[in-house]
């Protein structure tokens, strides 16, 4: 059967259970999809050349995921599979365990079958920043897949695999997945563990799913979700089946409209989409309410204090001698240390632990860190505020559809600017999820989202699905 690597994930599952077509037909489809595509796109860093031995397990056709093949961020550790962040530092790094996440979808079948690209570290938002060249965006070779999760979002757009998995600290799933026209989940902070990833704000980063619809970023979350003794903020709150839920419909539900989000710099034809989703949800049957976030500007301001804070400590630990790259030169263990750093950390990765270590030393930890932990304070209790009100966030994902590579590198604010609308999910800790909805005149995809309440990634999905219906997908 040809094409079998454009299937949803529920659809290739349900063709495998009824017999129509095994695993192992899948593997070859996505890898020779694959190796047709990826030269231009460069979503791949690592293939998991030893995967096809996995479909040999009998039972694997009857387990939830069926045999899939997955694609997984480079930021999540995967025993003897080369692990790199996106960074030189860890070229030759092969981690001695798996992820949680990643070890509980290859329990339930799925079958990883690749690395993707990265920005270094995670740190970005066009792919740009990783430290072995860019991803671009299937939708135009000529443009950014976004980022983070850069080499994920254009691995499932450009139908390489079947689903993936990314990590959202600021929005590197929602964001990518906007740009690239495929959906990215970011899952309440806890709701999913984070052993295993490679730490970047160990207290906003998300690892979450990337797919080709609503319905499979509910199954993939479900089987990754839920407590684990190896990462004390990961919660024991019961986890939905999401999937039960999403033909609910969201009659009665009432969804925020923010005021602040309608602002100049978005791109028309996004605060479109977002009006024509408002719409449709109100037809629906949903309430449409006008909330105002006061505090949108100072949630990005927030974001760029505490995170390259947590950065500079997270980063301590590539020092040369515990992982990774080891420099030749410096003669005391701490000028050592330095070269390593310095010869092969990406511009990026410096930057921001620059930027943290200032933040965080003597003298401005005050006026900077302890401030913006204030202000972040603010910022939940604000959204807790509007949860009072309302049942879900509607908003665009992005301010604009994908730019073009290079546009914004030398201008590191109006790289950060495009996270303005995805970093307060990550301030207050909120599970939020972007969906394709339309085009724009250069024919790019077009992303809204989102956002609910705390641990409501259930009434999330069912606005999504039904929105996801009425765009036609
Ligand atoms: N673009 C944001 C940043 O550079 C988000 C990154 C992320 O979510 N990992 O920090």
Redesign the pocket.
């Known amino acids: 059967m040809k094409n079998l690597c454009r299937l949803s994930l529920l659809e290739a599952i349900n063709l495998v259970k009824k017999g129509q077509a095994t695993p192992e037909d899948f593997w070859q489809s996505c890898w020779q999809s694959q190796q047709k595509k990826d030269g231009k796109i460069h979503a791949f860093l690592t293939l998991n050349e030893k995967g096809e031995k996995d479909l040999a397990r009998k039972s694997l056709g009857q387990e939830p995921l069926a045999g899939m093949p997955f694609a997984v961020k480079d930021n999540f550790s995967t025993r003897g599979l080369q692990t790199t962040a996106g960074s030189r530092i860890l070229a030759n790094y092969v981690p001695p365990y798996t992820a949680t996440v990643i070890r509980r979808l290859q329990k339930a079948g799925g079958i990883i079958f690749g690395k993707t690209n990265c920005?270094a570290f995670?740190?970005?938002?066009s792919g740009e920043n990783s430290g072995f060249g860019p991803t671009r965006n299937p939708h135009d070779l000529a443009r950014v897949p976004g980022?983070?999760s850069s080499g994920s979002a254009a691995a499932v757009a450009s139908h390489q695999v079947i689903f993936a998995l990314g990590?959202?600290?600021?929005?590197?799933?929602r964001?990518p997945a906007a740009f690239c026209g495929v959906v990215g989940l970011k899952p309440t902070y806890g709701r999913c563990s984070r052993w295993g990833l490679i730490a970047?704000g160990s207290s906003f980063d998300a690892p979450g799913p990337i797919t080709k619809t609503v319905a499979d970023a509910a199954l993939v979350l479900s089987l990754m979700a839920g407590k684990d003794r190896h990462d004390a903020t990961s919660s024991g709150k019961m986890v939905a089946n999401y999937r039960e839920g999403l033909a609910k419909g969201v009659k009665n539900l009432k969804i925020g409209l923010v005021r602040e989000f309608f602002r100049p710099e978005l791109q028309g034809e996004i605060g479109n989409a977002v009006q024509r989703a408002a719409r449709q949800l109100e037809q629906a049957g949903a309430n449409l309410v006008e909330i105002s976030l006061p505090h949108l500007d100072e949630a990005l301001a927030v974001?760029y204090v505490l995170?390259p804070a947590e950065i500079s400590s997270n980063m301590a630990r590539y020092d040369g001698v515990r992982f990774g790259y080891q420099s030749k030169h410096g003669k005391t263990a701490l000028a050592a240390s330095a070269y390593s750093r310095g010869e092969v950390f990406e511009l990026e990765v410096k930057r921001r632990i620059l930027m943290g270590s200032y933040i965080l030393s003597a003298g401005y930890f005050d006026a900077y860190y302890l401030q913006a932990s204030r202000v972040r304070t603010l910022i939940i209790n604000e959204f807790r505020r509007l949860f009072g009100k309302v049942d879900l966030i509607l908003g665009p994902t992005t301010p604009t559809t994908a730019f073009k590579l290079g546009e914004k590198t030398a201008d590191p604010v109006a790289?950060?600017l495009?996270?303005i609308f995805?970093?307060p999910a990550?301030v207050a800790g909120l599970p939020a999820i972007s969906l394709p909805f339309g085009k724009d005149k250069n024919n790019l995809p077009i992303g809204i989202q989102l956002i609910g309440n705390y641990f409501q990634e259930e009434t999330m999905l069912q606005a999504a699905y039904l929105l996801e219906k009425a765009n036609g997908n």
């Open positions: 920005d995670a740190f970005g938002a980022g983070s990590s959202d600290t600021g929005g590197s799933i964001q970047m974001y995170v790289m950060y495009s996270d995805t970093v990550n």
